[in-house]
């Protein structure tokens, strides 16, 4: 496993920006794929994006063309700029990561496929 600590959520306008971060140790990063999950009051986590070893990129449809994830293996952090916030944005948001051995195809979606956890950030968005 990973240790991940995330940070950089916030109260924000409608409309308005933040970029999270994830900072990772422990393990070989560069092998891990790393997503963003998120947790509104009341409801179950759901995925947010993904990225792989490859850089390769995965969104929810409701986070498309707003969200975009990113990584920069030589600090070991992972990134998540959130565009155009909207006020059903409001969750906490976990960093996750997921080791991938060479030839594992494992879902990228599924918050099962992941094993290590980030304690969350805050993101409220304000009407």
């Known amino acids: 496993q990973v240790q991940l600590v995330e940070s950089g959520g916030g109260l924000v306008q409608a409309g308005g920006s933040l970029r999270l971060s994830c900072a990772a140790s422990?393990?070989?990063?560069?092998?891990?794929?790393m997503a963003w999950f998120r947790q509104a009051p009341g409801k179950e986590r759901e995925f947010v994006a993904a990225?792989?070893?490859?850089?390769?990129?995965y969104y929810a449809d409701s986070v498309k063309g707003r969200f975009t994830i990113s990584r920069r293996s030589v600090k070991n952090t992972v990134y998540l700029q959130i565009n155009s916030l909207k006020p059903e944005d409001t969750a906490v948001y976990y960093c996750?990561?997921?080791?991938?051995?060479?030839?594992?195809?494992?879902?990228?979606?599924?918050?099962?496929?992941?094993?290590?956890w980030g304690q969350g950030t805050q993101v409220t968005v304000s009407s």
């Open positions: 996750a990561a997921s080791p991938r051995p060479a030839g594992y195809s494992g879902s990228y979606y599924d918050e099962y496929e992941y094993d290590s």
């Open positions: 422990g393990r070989t990063f560069s092998s891990y794929a």
């Open positions: 990225i792989s070893w490859s850089d390769s990129t």
